[in-house]
């Protein structure tokens, strides 16, 4: 095959032509054998000198893979070159542009490109080594090294030489090039392939990623709770936990400010409600008294006291003052008494208890026998009485229980109404 002429005399200054392999290979070798004259062979030589060699998946010379440069030195005719690629075509380019110092080994005028022969030698994708007997590694994207088993690209999530390596921590994507945002629920990683976090978003966070900020008015997990709407002044409450962190508007309380004030009022409910008002219930913005207040007591919070309730109480404190200095004199009287009496015993008995009480009873038996004789009267001889005089030296006789007495009969009664009365 002869190409069309290039060079200072030629109207193209470039030329390319190319090989199609049918599929994508993984290359080891490309060989090519050039025409040769008798006589003419440094000639030949210096027509293709300085030419290139490209392997490509597209066949476009962009984004294909350098394989060979020539350099100053001339290319021998039967040329081969080791060219571990991955692709479907293999592309010949040279040139011969004007302004351009070529080595003088190089043919600049007439340049022609004849060729017989093209060889490329390789394996079947996913397979290396030089029998094509062994399996790329599992995560090499397409091809691997033919030779040596490395992988061209991995992956997506991995990486090294084999791609036998995850992206390191907070690292996905190709070639571990993306960074994880940081939200997942956990604080563990994203997932290196993905980028997705395994277990969800982190408190405040949504979307595919776990990117995006809950919308103002939502918190937590996926952002599926509402804030309360009474953080201080319509600020917004904490995205991660709900919480108003500036404080809760007048009559709620709580941390997220969901819980209405009971017994107290206004801001987070730090004002009791007055004692004065009936249950102590009152209005949890205002302070007002939701009912009536004690008796006594006056107002919107019934804070102010009736003069007919001071009067009472100036009245109450009189008598408490007087009950107290009685109570006092009176402690004070025992007291004195008391130690008296200690030492009164002391003194006259010696300590002695015996002779205390012994003191104490005779004085009360000499008193006693006093007070009988002074209490008793003498019979008045006057008194008409049915008892006889008994005289002190009349001499009695023994009552025989075994002897039998007469029935007394008592004058002026029926005997019809007492009978068998005996003594």
Known sequence: MRTMEIGQNAIQRTVWWKVDLGREYSIYSISILFKNYNGYENRQRGRFAGFSLYVST??????????????????????????????????????????????????????????????????????YGSSCNKSCPINCKNMCHIQYGACFACMTGWSGTFCNKTCIESWYGVNCSQQCKGHCRGGVTCNHVTGLCVRGCAPGWTAFNCDKECADGTYGYDCVNNCSGHCLNGSLCNKQTGHCDKGCDPGYTKSDCSRECVKSYGENCKHPCSQHCINQTCDRFTGKCSSWCHEGFYGEKCTKESQQRNQYAE???????????????????ITGGILFFWIFYK????????????????????????????DYKEPSPNTNTNYQELNPNTVYQELNPNTNYQALKLPNVDENEYQNTTL
């Open 58 to 127: 597209t066949g476009d010379i962009q984004g294909s893979s350098l394989c060979y440069k020539d350099g100053l030195q001339l290319p021998p005719l039967n040329f081969t070159t080791t060219c571990p690629k991955y692709g479907r075509y293999v592309i010949f380019y040279n040139e011969r542009l004007d302004g351009v110092a070529y080595p003088k080994e190089y043919e600049v005028v007439s340049v022609y490109t004849e060729l017989c022969e093209v060889i490329v030698t390789g394996c079947d994708p996913h397979v």
């Open 315 to 333: 009245n109450v404190t009189a008598w408490i003052a007087a009950f107290s200095i009685v109570l006092f004199i009176v402690v004070l009287l």
């Open 347 to 374: 003194r006259l008995f010696h300590g002695d208890i015996r002779l205390c009480w012994k003191s104490l009873f005779q004085s009360n038996t000499k008193t006693s026998t006093t007070t009988d004789k002074a």
